[in-house]
Structure formats: structure tokens, C-alpha cells
């Protein structure tokens, strides 16, 4: 019978895309499930990095369904919404949050972007070419989930932060998301930050669940996987409800709770593995 | 490999080979040798021919369904490991109980040959196809781009449609196939009955749609499979200790903060 599989062996993978900086400048912060505190953790870690010197700019790349204005509690006449329509300059729409760093806001019209045409494909690539040189990390906050604008959003940060709760169905759409990033971008290193987590260890046991599951079922190319690092367990904290409720910065209003702390330490330790990492 | 095993150790008057060959004189396209034959060669011929049988459909001389599930482990591991493109269609002959009991069975097995014989000139050297069951058959196509998916499963039904079947001197049979079709998942490692299922269910599509058509699932889709949950979580239904029943049993500790290291 037809036994001559042998020949097809000669398939081309796709091409790994290319990162747009060597060190770590643009980061993306994702997760598979949403109500994980993806943006939660971007605004605090903006200002955790900001705390440390660091010039931050978080971009909302929730384009569908932005709520980083919302944790915020800023809302500005102009946004990313006007800079791709093309009535804003891109300095007219960023604006200081009140953490000390800076953010682009995507606006509520944005919802019309969320189908990702070739043309915003190309707006989105500019912009963030511009912002790149202007400051030493850029954040982007993407939506939930695995759409093509998560997925385009993720493809342009050197550096993912995939961000989940303990919870069964935050596990498992995480995983989702890592074997996505791994089979489709090939990416061989996802930073994970687990949130609301009980007791001290239990982020690193989970992440380590996470890495052997994948180890045994995905590869990102002959001989290769995934390497999950375990960044930071964000403890579960009623501090957090509180600020979220008010709309406050964790890092600037209670800056002393567990978690504030927690946050304190993951922008350390990404400042100096990733950011400026040392020799 | 011969050269493993002592040629001493067997003698060839010692085994039974008769049964093994009258089965080759009527199935195998593997020519015997005559009885001058060296005993090695002989032996060897008859260990192809059976192999060959083993693996062939005796109705239809397609690939059995073991042969295609061997194939298909293949085709998994390789796609797993090159990302290459690879589709298996399931294809099912429609109405076929009614074309048995029209014109009674042996038309139904000569439909059955005859969109068999159809299904093998449409393919590639390097596809196989595979009677699965009854009147299902199964195509892999190794190396199958994703925009050419659906051209290639839709050229199949249609020739199948366009076949003239002569059941007896003065009647033939048009029968129509329903086609399901999935690629895998690229760079991931997954098994041949997963594959089989996406396939299957879209085979299902079709023939609930209508019959006469093709579904194909054009993403290499990534899912999570029952057996990862169960590994992400297994230790959970098992009761053993682990992080989520820690955090139900005790409150959480304010004071840590949880960074690593």
C-alpha cells in the first residue's frame, strides 16, 4: 500500500516571529479566562515598575472590551480610538496615570477593531515601533481568551505574562493559551503570575502541574517545548476588593497589604531577569 | 536483520507452511517462488505475503483498518513534530442499506469496489486510503495544505457522484458520499482517535446536512483534550492533597507575601 509517508517529511514549519526587542521591552499580559486580574495586575505592576524608576507605558490592548480605564478610573477626550482613526497624534492620547507612569487608553470605540484587518495589523505595529524608544517597558494588556487580536497583541511582546488564578477553569484556559503561544508562535518561555493564590508555594505548585502536562503534550518544534517561569504568587488579599471597589491603585493606596507587596517583588524580579538582566 | 537468526536453528520441513500458502495462492499479489527456491527465499515470501494481507481490505484491496490506524499514529507524531499540514477525511457512502436492499448484496459489495477503486485514482502516492467499517472509508493525506483541503475532499465527492456502478447487464447504481474532514493539530502532540473523532463529527454534519457533501474543520484546532484535564487535575477527583483543597480548608494567610524564591 501506499507507504511513502517518508517523502512528506520535508515540510517547512512556519516561521518563528521575530521579537521586536532583545530585552524585554514590550510585554504582553494575557490569560486564557477572563476576571483573572489581568488588568488588575498590569496597572499595579506599571506602578510597581515605576516605583523602581522605570518609564512605563501601559497600552489597553483589550481592544474589544476595554477595561483598563475603568480600574483606572480615567477617562480621557482622546485615545488610541482616535489615534487609529487618525484625529489624534499618538502624544495627544497618552496620559499619566496616577501610578507614575503612562497609559494609552483604547476608548469605547475601539469595539468596531476588535475583527483584526490587515490595516489595523499595520496601525497597531506603528504605534507601538513609536512608543518602543520613549520608554524602558511597555505593557500590553490584551483581552481575554485566544482571538486573532489577543493573538496578533501577544505576537509583538518579547516577553508574556500569562496571569491565572488557582481556580480549575483559570488552569485550564491558561494552559489553552500556553499551548496556543507555543504551537502558533513557537514561544519556549511564558512568565506566569498566579493570582488569589492561598498559601505561600501554591503558584509555583501549580505552575509546575501546568509545565508537566505540557511537557508531555506539547512541542514547539523537533525536540523543543514550553518553559513556564514562575514569577510571582499574588496572595489573595481583601485589601485588593477594596481598592478595586474605590478604583484606586493597590500599589498607591495601600501600598503595605500582602498583595501590594506581592507586586512589589514580581516588578523586582522582572527588572532584574528580564528587563536589565544581570552578565 | 536475516543474519540474527542462525539459519541452522530452523529447519523449513519442520513448519507448517501449507495453509499459509494456499491462503497467499488466493489473496497476496506476492508471486511464491516455485519449490527450487532457496529455503530462505521461500520463507521470506511467504512472511511478505502475509504481511501484505494482514494489512489489505479483501473486499476492496484497500488498506484495512489496522493498516490506516498505523498510518494514522504515524501521520499524528510526524505533524506533531514538523507542523506540517495533514488532513484525514472520513468518508461515508450514502443511503447504502437502501442500494442493498434494492439490488441485494452483491451489488452492494460491487458499489462498495467500485467507489473504492474511484477513491484510490483521486489520491497521491504518499495518501492512504482505508476501508474503516461497512460502507465507511478513511483518506490521510500527508503534507495536505489547509487551502487545499476542501478542493481535494470536494473533487472526491463529486467523482464518486459522476461513477456509473453496473450492477447487473442492464442496471447501475449512482450512489453519493458524505465527507467529514479534519486537519491536526499542528506542533501538538495529540492521538489518532481524537483526530478521528473531529472527523467523524463532521462526517456526522454532513450526513445530517443533506448528504452529498463535504465539512471540513479548517483550523489545526487546539483543544483541550479530556486526558490533559484529567492530568491538570486528576489529583483533585483522587483526593489527594493539593492546592485547592488547602485553600478550602484554611483561611488565607494574610501576612505571607506569596513571591517565590
Avoid at chain 1, 21 to 26: A, F, L, Q
Avoid at chain 1, 160 to 182: F, N
Wanted: glycine share 8%; net charge negative; charged share 20%.
Amino acid at each position: 500500500m501506499s507507504d511513502e509517508l517518508q517523502t512528506a517529511a520535508a515540510a517547512k514549519p512556519p516561521e518563528p516571529p521575530v521579537p521586536l526587542t532583545p530585552h524585554g521591552k514590550v510585554m504582553a499580559v494575557t490569560s486564557g479566562k477572563g476576571g483573572v486580574g489581568k488588568t488588575f495586575v498590569s496597572a499595579n505592576l506599571a506602578a510597581a515598575l515605576a516605583k523602581r524608576g522605570q518609564r512605563v507605558l501601559v497600552l489597553d490592548a483589550d481592544l474589544g472590551l476595554a477595561n483598563l480605564d475603568v480600574v483606572l478610573n480615567l477617562y480621557p477626550k482622546t485615545t488610541l480610538h482616535d489615534v487609529f482613526s487618525g484625529k489624534s497624534t499618538i502624544d495627544e492620547a497618552i496620559i499619566q496615570a496616577p501610578g507614575g507612569f503612562s497609559v494609552l487608553l483604547a476608548g469605547s470605540g475601539m469595539v468596531e477593531y476588535s475583527r483584526l484587518t490587515p490595516e489595523i495589523r499595520a496601525d497597531f505595529l506603528r504605534i507601538i515601533e513609536g512608543l518602543i524608544p520613549r520608554y524602558d517597558v511597555v505593557l500590553l494588556d490584551t483581552g481575554a481568551g485566544i482571538s486573532d487580536v489577543v493573538l496578533f497583541a501577544v505576537s509583538l511582546a518579547s516577553v508574556i505574562l500569562v496571569v491565572a488564578t488557582p481556580e480549575p477553569t483559570s488552569l485550564t484556559d491558561a494552559y489553552a493559551t500556553i499551548k496556543v503561544l507555543a504551537s502558533q508562535q513557537q514561544r519556549e518561555t511564558i512568565h506566569m503570575v498566579i493570582n488569589q493564590t492561598a498559601r505561600l508555594g501554591d503558584g509555583r505548585a501549580i505552575t509546575g502541574q501546568l509545565q508537566q502536562v505540557l511537557d508531555r503534550f506539547v512541542v514547539t518544534g523537533p525536540g523543543r517545548g514550553v518553559r513556564l517561569v514562575h514569577l510571582a504568587d499574588i496572595p489573595a488579599d481583601p485589601s485588593v476588593r477594596q481598592a478595586v471597589m474605590r478604583r484606586q491603585l493597590l500599589m498607591q493606596t495601600l501600598p503595605g497589604c500582602p498583595a501590594a507587596l506581592a507586586m512589589t517583588q514580581l516588578a523586582r524580579k522582572l527588572d532584574e531577569t528580564v528587563i536589565h538582566p544581570q552578565g | 536483520m536475516t543474519s540474527s537468526i542462525a539459519p541452522s536453528v530452523v529447519d523449513i520441513s519442520d513448519l507448517r507452511l501449507g495453509d499459509a500458502r494456499a491462503l497467499l495462492e488466493h489473496g497476496a499479489t506476492v508471486e511464491l517462488p516455485d519449490s527450487e527456491a532457496s529455503p530462505t527465499e521461500f520463507v521470506q515470501s511467504v512472511i511478505d505475503g502475509l504481511c501484505e494481507l494482514s494489512l489489505k481490505d479483501p473486499l476492496t484491496g484497500l488498506a484495512n483498518r489496522r493498516h490506516f490506524l498505523s498510518v494514522l499514529e504515524r501521520v499524528t507524531d510526524g505533524v506533531a513534530r514538523s507542523g506540517e499540514p495533514a488532513l484525514l477525511l472520513m468518508l461515508d457512502i450514502d443511503h447504502f442499506k437502501s442500494i442493498n436492499d434494492t439490488h441485494g448484496h452483491v451489488a452492494g459489495d460491487q458499489v462498495l469496489q467500485a467507489v473504492a477503486k474511484c477513491l484510490a485514482r483521486c489520491i497521491r502516492p504518499m495518501d492512504t486510503v482505508a476501508r474503516y467499517g461497512g460502507e465507511e472509508f478513511a483518506v490521510v493525506l500527508p503534507n495536505c495544505l489547509v487551502s487545499v483541503g476542501e478542493a481535494v475532499a470536494e473533487r472526491i465527492r463529486m467523482t464518486v457522484e459522476s461513477l456509473m456502478i453496473p450492477v447487473s447487464p442492464v442496471s447501475h447504481v449512482q450512489a453519493t458520499i458524505s465527507v467529514g474532514g479534519a486537519y491536526a493539530p499542528a506542533w501538538v502532540r495529540s492521538t489518532a482517535p481524537l483526530w478521528i473523532e473531529r472527523a467523524d463529527n463532521l462526517l456526522y454534519r454532513a450526513k445530517s446536512e443533506g448528504r452529498n457533501r463535504v465539512f471540513i474543520d479548517h483550523q489545526q484546532a487546539i483543544a483541550v483534550s479530556a486526558e490533559e484535564k484529567k492530568l491538570l487535575f486528576g489529583h483533585l477527583a483522587l483526593g489527594e492533597p493539593a492546592w485547592l483543597e488547602r485553600a478550602a480548608m484554611e483561611p488565607a494567610n494574610g501576612s505571607a507575601s506569596g513571591v517565590g524564591e
